[in-house]
Structure formats: C-alpha cells, structure tokens
C-alpha cells in the first residue's frame, strides 16, 4: 500500500494547528461564537487524528477482533463531545478560567481519538466520524439542539401530579419547576448568553402593547432567531411546549407573571380561553420571532 506523503502529513498538523491559534483568539462571549470556537478546536483534533494515523505503524497484523477495538473509542468519542458542548454548563464554565480551557483541550482530545481510532479501523470512518463531530458543532452554533427539547410524556406526569397535589387546579409553580427552570432556572434569571431572563423582563413585555398574545405564542409554537433582552443578545431556540394543556400553559404564564419583580406589570391572570384561541394559528418559530419584531418588543 502506497503511504501518504509526509507534506501532506505535515499540512495537516499545521492547518490544525492555525485552527487552534483562530479558535483560542477569537471572541466567544455568546453562545453561537463560542460553539463556532468548539467547531475549530474539534476540526483540528480531528485533523490531527488524521495526521497521526497516517505517520504511525498499522496494526492490522494482530487480526480483526484486535483491529475492532478502534471502533470503542471511535463510536464512543463524539457522545462524549456532546456532553462537553452542553451548554447549560456555559456560565459556569466561563466563571472559571482553568476548567473552560480544561474543556478545550478535551475536545480536541475526543476530536483526535474520533479520527485516529476510526481511521486505524478503516479510513473513510474516520473522515465520516471526524465531519460528523464538526457538524455537530456547527449546528450547535445555529441553534439546533442548544436548547434541550421537552418531554411531553415527563410534562405530562408532572403536570398531572401537580393537578392531584393542588385539589384540580393547575398549580403553575411545579408546571415552572418542571419544564422551564432547566433553562431559565429557579428564580428566572436565565442563563447569560444562552436562555434569556424571565425575572423582570416578562413585565416588560407584558406592560408592552401586544405583549401579552406574544408570550402566549413563544410557549404554543417556540422562539428561534437572534434577540436581545436587557443588553444581552441571544441566538438560542426555545422549543414549543404546544403539548402542554391550555390550563398548564395559563397557570406557568400567570405564575411567571406575578413572581421576580413582574408583579409591577399589573397583569391579570392568564385563562385557558386565551390560550386555545391562539392554539390553531400554525405559526412556526421563525414566525413567533416575526410577531415579535413587528410589536417592537423590548
């Protein structure tokens, strides 16, 4: 078999190692920068698995089933890759310098055993694996997949149990605490960059004019594209929660509503009725981002 030429080899390690240079220097304070910083660290660890594969000896002599033992940490390497991505651990991440750059260094690491290990097995799998890891990145910087999607069968026993607990009555409080404080946590204040506030900013919107059908809309259809909410800009997408029932979408809004600082909207108490009169409009995401544009909401 004819070996690579080791020109090609070393373009490899330096393209790679550019990447590297381009990923540590450039800005990454929101969330779809700081993925696209993921996506040039995990392309020159894969670059580099590549690059290594080609130098170092082949072990195919030792037979098949000691040859299939590549594919462990081929496969296995880019589920890790997407728990390091996730980024509801962003601002915790950035609060600490070491471990943000500890985390760095692990996705080239798992960029580099993706394609060296699959490449070792059968070289086309590498290239496969090692595109599909940087794909996995690039869409996390677009918004696919940030944001954790819901559960309808857990929203639905949640939302039972809190019906049950509360003698029939929606309780609007545990509809919050189990489906929307992953991302916008306890308290509403959201996570920097990646899931914006609801504490201060659903009054804002509801004291704006159209404000109130608007948030009716985001829970029913979901929010994608780039906003910005109290200074902070966010690209993220927020998932419909269409599944959950007219009672439990009204009791969340309403108790969202009356809770950190929202209370000085004013705003009475969101029904069931408004929220099944906008259930049928089929919008899309993209368009819930339109409606919001058109409102001028802050």
Same mark, same amino acid.
């Given at each position: ?7 090609? @080899? ?6 790679? =190692?550019? &990447?590297?240079?381009?990923? !540590?220097?450039?800005?990454? %304070?929101?969330?779809?920068? %700081? ?11 894969? +670059? ?5 594969? $080609?130098? +170092? ?8 089933? $000691?040859?299939? =033992?590549? +594919?462990?940490?081929? &496969? &296995? ?18 609060? $600490?310098? =070491? +471990? ?13 055993? @993706? ?54 009555? !929606? ?46 809309? !985001? ?17 993220? !997408? ?32 969101? @029904? ?22 058109? =409102?001028?909401?802050?």
């Amino acid at each position: 078999m004819r070996r690579p030429s080791s020109a090609s @080899t070393i373009a490899l390690a330096a393209v790679a =190692l550019v &990447l590297i240079v381009v990923g !540590v220097i450039r800005p990454h %304070h929101e969330v779809p920068d %700081h993925h696209l910083q993921h996506f040039f660290f995990i392309v020159a660890g894969g +670059l580099i698995g590549i690059a290594a594969s $080609r130098v +170092l000896p082949r072990d195919d002599a030792g037979g098949p089933g $000691r040859r299939d =033992l590549w +594919l462990v940490p081929a &496969l &296995l390497a880019p589920v890790a890759i997407m728990f390091v991505m996730w980024p509801t651990t962003y601002e915790y991440v950035e609060e $600490r310098p =070491l +471990l943000h750059f500890s985390e760095h260094a692990v996705l080239v690491a798992l960029a580099f055993a @993706t394609t060296y290990s699959a490449h070792r097995f059968a070289r086309p799998i590498g290239w496969l694996l090692g595109g599909a890891v940087a794909a996995m990145a690039l869409l996390a910087a677009y918004g696919y997949g940030v944001s954790p999607g819901p559960s309808p069968l857990v929203a639905e026993v949640g939302a039972a149990q809190a019906q049950a607990a509360s003698g029939g009555a !929606v309780d609007g409080r545990a509809v919050y605490e189990q489906n929307c404080a992953a991302c916008h946590q306890a308290e509403g204040g959201g996570v920097p960059g990646a899931f914006p506030p609801l504490a201060g900013h659903l009054g804002e919107l509801l004291g704006s004019e159209g404000g109130r059908d608007y948030v009716v809309r !985001v829970l029913l259809y979901g929010l994608q594209g780039p906003i910005a909410v109290q200074g902070q800009s966010y690209a993220g !997408v927020m998932p419909a929660w269409a599944h959950l029932g007219d009672e439990q979408i009204a009791a969340v809004l309403s108790y969202v509503a009356g809770s950190w600082g929202n209370e000085a909207a004013g705003a009475p108490a969101f @029904t069931s009725d408004e929220v099944a009169a906008a259930r049928d409009e089929g919008l899309t995401p993209q368009q819930v981002l339109d409606l919001r544009g058109r =409102l001028e909401l802050p």
